[in-house]
């Protein structure tokens, strides 16, 4: 073989590599945009979970603020309406209290504050109110609110004494604590 012939092959050869190498580089670009347009799906797919789930948390926290505002709407209103049967609770205290003569009107009207007091209170459980537990039970700093201390050797240390208003929950919620008169043997 001369040696124009073998610098003919060889520029074939090079011509030939050349075209090879260069579909390969073609080939390697097209897999790097393939991969490069997966990892940018795959990441779009990340995100829209993300935001499908915090769609979701959102819809969840939505209803539940809203769940809870309605169950706890009428707060303000019993804050304003439970001093009332305070009030007609004192007042039927008092009346039981009195040394008045035996009077069939007295009675009438003990017997309908009674009556009125009842009412009040069923209602207002119908309405998720719960009237705070203070007879028999011990202190407890989170639905009691001691305003003062008595001596009295026959309850343990700690015990309720006196209640001297009523607390009240709404929906398990405290609203108003006991105002209460706590044991102190020593």
Do not use: C
Not at 21 to 48: H, P
Not at 126 to 150: K, M, N, R, S
Not at 169 to 176: E, P
């Amino acid at each position: 073989m001369s040696d124009t012939q073998n610098k003919a092959e060889q520029d074939v050869n090079e011509s030939q590599a050349e075209e090879v190498l260069s579909a390969v580089d073609e080939a390697v670009a097209e897999e790097n945009k393939a991969q490069g347009a997966e990892t940018l799906v795959n990441e779009w797919k990340s995100k829209a979970a993300y935001l499908a789930a915090e769609l979701e948390n959102m819809k969840k926290r939505a209803i539940r603020d809203r769940t809870e505002t309605i169950k706890f709407a009428n707060e303000s209103l019993l804050k304003l309406v439970v001093p009332v049967l305070d009030n007609l609770s004192l007042a039927l205290s008092s009346a039981k209290n009195a040394k008045v003569e035996d009077s069939a009107l007295l009675k009438s009207l003990v017997e309908g504050v009674e009556m009125t007091v009842k009412l009040f209170e069923q209602t207002l459980a119908q309405a998720g109110v719960e009237f705070i537990v203070t007879d028999g039970a011990e202190f407890d700093p989170e639905v009691h609110e001691a305003i003062g201390q008595a001596q009295n050797a026959d309850l343990k240390d700690g015990a309720i004494v006196t209640v001297v208003q009523r607390g009240f929950k709404l929906s398990g919620r405290v609203v108003r604590t006991a105002k209460v008169i706590v044991n102190k043997t020593n």
